[in-house]
């Protein structure tokens, strides 16, 4: 009876073993460091009064960078000035764009407004904010005029413009029409304000990207192979060539990653359909040809990764 009361352990080691390799512990994923400032991305203040900014660091690994020291600085001092503490002081009406500096880290810009009338536009938001797009499709923007206490402003014209007409067209309505792989970003203006850009990222059906497995370093695990992410015109498909072999091991699967190691954000597939061969892999709608760089093999219940390849 003692034999059979330890079968269970006994599976469990053996299906370890199929996974547990030097890096059971994953080491954090690196990111883009980056500067995040409040309030923003638009604010707006009445001529005379201040706003106070604030700003965090994040390094590489995602983490707050505690005691960093920030610069601040206005595009145009005339309009709104700011201080070493980020203590914005509206002077005369306009538009300024507001950033902050870590080191050789900048903050995207703040696009700060500065009003006479408090009934007058203020702000304007433009909504979606980041949009993802295949060749000919087409995406409809929608703003808003707000005055200084955010609420609609009557009568205010919208117009639209966009920064790269030779990947989209833009229509007077806030109709986008993608017409070639590329980015481009989108600008509301009302009564001489601008909104904060929206992007869009556009694809094109043909469009590929391609990278060689390797076995993750320092382990014994065996990943090689073609990996090819490919956008056709039924969205955006994950291919593994025909000389495709990984090691075998439990619940193996699929992930799209930004680097090298699974994340939060990393984008989990599905389960591997084969250890060797040829086999595809559809990839959701809202992924772009350009969003994640690694293609990942990984061990699910023990968080081991076998080996990636970088998408080029």
């Known amino acids: ?26 080491d954090p994923p ?43 600085a206005s ?20 538009q300024v764009m507001i950033t902050a500096m870590s080191d050789a880290v900048m903050s995207a810009p703040v696009f700060l407004t500065v009003v006479a009338d408090p009934n007058q ?32 402003v009557a009568g205010a014209v919208i ?12 229509s007077e309505d806030g109709i986008l029409t993608a017409t070639a792989a590329g980015t481009t970003q989108v600008i509301a203006t009302a009564d001489g304000i601008d909104s904060a850009p929206a992007t869009v990222t556009i ?22 192979g073609m990996a090819i992410l490919e956008q056709t015109n039924d969205g955006l498909l994950l291919h593994f060539d025909d000389d495709f072999v990984s090691s075998n091991g439990p619940a193996l699967f699929v992930y799209l990653s930004p680097t090298e190691r699974v994340s939060s954000n990393s984008l989990e597939l599905e389960a591997l359909k084969s250890t060797s061969g040829a086999q595809t892999y559809e990839v959701p709608g809202d992924v772009m040809l350009d969003t994640h760089n690694y ?7 023990f968080n081991v990764t076998f080996g990636f390849a970088e998408l080029q």
């Open 30 to 72: 690196l990111f883009d460091e980056r500067i995040e400032v409040t309030p923003g991305p638009e604010a707006a203040l009445q001529e005379g009064n201040q706003q106070t900014f604030a700003a965090v660091r994040y390094d590489v690994f995602g983490e707050t960078v505690m005691g960093a020291a920030f610069s601040w």
């Open 121 to 152: 536009v203020a702000t304007v938001t433009v909504d979606p904010q980041t949009v993802m797009l295949e060749l000919d499709a087409m995406q409809v923007f929608t703003a808003s005029a707000l005055n200084l206490d955010g609420n609609p």
């Open 1 to 26: 009876m003692k034999r059979l009361r330890m079968l269970p352990s006994l599976v469990l080691v053996l299906f370890m073993a199929g996974c547990i390799g030097t890096d059971l512990v994953e």
């Open 295 to 301: 293609v990942i093999i990984h061990c699910k219940p």
């Open 75 to 94: 595009s145009n001092p005339a309009v709104a000035s700011i201080d070493a503490n980020g203590v914005a002081m509206a002077l005369q009406p306009g």
């Open 203 to 224: 694809s094109a059906p043909g469009e590929q990207r391609t990278g060689t497995f390797q076995a993750r370093p320092g382990t014994s695990y065996t990943v090689e």
């Open 159 to 170: 117009t639209w413009r966009h920064t790269n007409p030779a990947v989209a067209t833009l």
